[in-house]
């Protein structure tokens, strides 16, 4: 079994989608993974909030067994994202981005993060990526996410990152947006040549897929009844994929294969209820029968 240390977003997210709307709810990109990959693997934080981060979101996080011994607790106000879905949840707006305590952020990988077996770099902003990659013993293994905005305002950092990168996440616009190619294929051709050994392609709703130097994997979404909030549903798949591979110890073709399932099957509980309602109650047993279903559904 390998260990996982996570820089990302710990956020309050306020949520308007076609069900409902949340305000100042659990969120952030280092959220969703470290309790999807907690399932499955030791983690690690790294990440800060302000003083005005309610106390019962940190009681969440230390009994998924999550190190918060790089969680900073800085004067100011937590990170804040709102977001609105269309009816059919395939485009969101972001209505703001407040980065507060991340604004000034500089991050300090504890002492004892240092020797990590995998690096898992959540969205953020890719200067903050840098400075930790910069503060580890080479990593057996570093994966990395981002989003539009940082492909829009940081085009260059985001790439001197990739350089460094062995497993890069990003969705379909994000691809097609980074290489200005509009065939997949094509633009995941391109970013492999930026430094990444895999490309993964979220497909939303269609699943995903993974791009090598000399294969192709592709999986579908899980067909889910209720669909409330894709809020988390990328940084969720992210941590079932990199836990499941954390828990495998070794990766190869056949585990990076079978841990973008479990990646699918975890995405599946983050959708199902606004902010971390589903996910963060999620046994064993739950992730077990729904792979079992998933298997039904793919199986021919
Ligand atoms: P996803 O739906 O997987 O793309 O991730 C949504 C999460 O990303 C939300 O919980 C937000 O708090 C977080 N997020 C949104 N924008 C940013 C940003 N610019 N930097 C870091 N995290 C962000």
Redesign the pocket.
């Known amino acids: 079994m390998s260990n996982i240390l996570v820089v990302?977003?710990v956020?309050l997210?306020s949520v308007k989608t076609p069900f409902g709307e949340r305000k100042e709810v659990l969120?952030?990109?280092a959220?969703?993974f470290s309790v999807a990959a907690s399932h499955f693997a030791p983690v690690a934080l790294v990440a800060v909030v302000g003083e005005d981060f309610p106390k019962k979101h940190i009681e969440l996080l230390k009994n998924k067994k999550i190190d918060l011994a790089g969680l900073e607790v800085a004067k100011g106000e937590t990170?804040r994202?709102s977001?609105e879905y269309s009816f059919d949840f395939n485009n969101r707006t972001?209505i703001f981005?407040h980065l507060n305590v991340f604004a000034d952020f500089k991050p300090k990988v504890p002492q004892s993060y240092q020797n990590k077996d995998i690096l898992f770099l959540a969205?953020?902003?890719p200067q903050l990526q840098l400075d930790v990659l910069r503060q580890v013993n080479k990593p057996k293994l570093i994966a990395c996410d981002t989003?539009n905005?940082?492909i829009e305002v940081k085009p260059k950092i985001l790439k001197d990152l990739l350089k460094h990168v062995d497993i890069f996440f990003l969705n379909e616009p994000e691809a097609r947006q980074l290489t200005g190619k509009s065939n997949l294929v094509k633009a995941a051709e391109d970013i492999l040549k930026m430094g990444p050994s895999r490309v993964i392609i979220k497909k939303g709703e269609h699943g995903a897929l993974m791009f090598s130097r000399n294969s192709v994997f592709c999986v579908p979404a899980f067909l889910l009844e209720t669909v409330v909030d894709?809020?988390?549903?990328?940084?969720?798949f992210a941590g079932g994929m990199i836990g499941y591979l954390a828990k495998c110890g070794k990766v190869n073709e056949t585990n990076l294969r079978r841990a973008i399932v479990y990646g699918s099957v975890m995405a599946t509980f983050a959708v199902e209820a606004f902010s971390l309602g589903k996910l963060a109650k999620v046994t064993k047993a739950d992730i077990n029968a729904r792979l079992t279903q998933f298997e039904r559904f793919t199986c021919f």
Do not use: E, H, R, V
């Open positions: 990302g977003s956020a997210d969120g952030g990109s959220t969703f990170f994202w977001g972001t981005t969205n953020i902003d989003m905005l940082w894709p809020t988390g549903a990328g940084d969720t």
